[in-house]
């Protein structure tokens, strides 16, 4: 949270309070990292109430300031890992996804392309169902930093190392447990860039709790998410499957 400016005699204690080592009583134990992902697993419904559900479809508005873009998102996503992502703006579509075994994208100008590696990691991350729930066996490791302030929330700061060393740092609400945000590291348009997203307006759909208002922070300029629909149980499984574009790519 943002604080409030204090009168000069309390700034000055607090600055000698800083100044001083933390010892003793005044020490503070940070929670372990995986006592604060379970927590965080367990506010928004806990893996249970996701695994009730088969499939889901997510309707998302967005908006590019910068580029005075607006238009809208669906995400489809089926156990396990099956995920589709239609982007709509007024220069066409942009659709992308992953059949279990293919990641691939079509664009405007650009037209259908199998991703490499690297980006297909990324996707795979994406479709998992259950990629937003605390898993060990999916990272290397995961540390409670400190405590700070990340958008106006009081929040635990958990470093998360992937599997394939990259590393992002995960903002956990202190009071409710509930991601607040997570910074990190991004390949996009052929370059490395830190890429923030701010997640808050958590609602209730299916027993599973979500951020409606999510914001995308890059060098470039931010992407405004908000969350109109959210269905589940709904999706076919015809959704998933390569379009042709993409099948004459693919080696048999």
Not at 167 to 192: F, N, P, V
Request: proline share 4%; with cysteine; aromatic share 6%.
């Amino acid at each position: 949270f943002t604080r409030s400016l204090r009168v000069a005699a309390c700034a000055t204690i607090a600055a000698a309070a800083l100044s001083a080592p933390l010892t003793g009583a005044r020490a503070q134990t940070l929670p372990t990292a995986k006592s604060l992902l379970e927590k965080h697993d367990a506010a928004v419904g806990g893996r249970a109430a996701m695994d009730k559900h088969s499939s889901m479809h997510e309707t998302v508005s967005l908006m590019i300031a910068a580029a005075n873009l607006s238009g809208t998102m669906e995400t489809f996503h089926s156990k396990p890992n099956l995920y589709l992502s239609k982007q709509s703006f007024a220069g066409g579509e942009v659709l992308s996804g992953f059949d279990g075994k293919t990641a691939w994208a079509i664009a405007p100008g650009q037209g259908a392309q199998v991703l490499d590696s690297v980006t297909t990691a990324e996707l795979k991350g994406q479709a998992d169902f259950f990629g937003d729930y605390y898993d060990p066996a999916r990272i290397k490791s995961a540390e409670t930093v400190e405590i700070t302030d990340f958008e106006g929330q009081r929040c635990y700061k958990v470093k998360i190392v992937h599997k394939d060393d990259s590393e992002s740092m995960i903002y956990l609400d202190s009071a409710t447990g509930l991601r607040a945000g997570q910074t990190e590291m991004a390949k996009m348009m052929g370059q490395e860039m830190q890429r923030t997203l701010v997640m808050t307006d958590y609602k209730d759909f299916g027993g599973v709790k979500m951020p409606t208002k999510r914001v995308m922070k890059l060098p470039v300029g931010e992407v405004v998410m908000d969350v109109t629909a959210v269905e589940f149980d709904k999706v076919d499984a015809a959704t998933f499957a390569l379009p042709d574009a993409v099948k004459a790519l693919v080696k048999p």
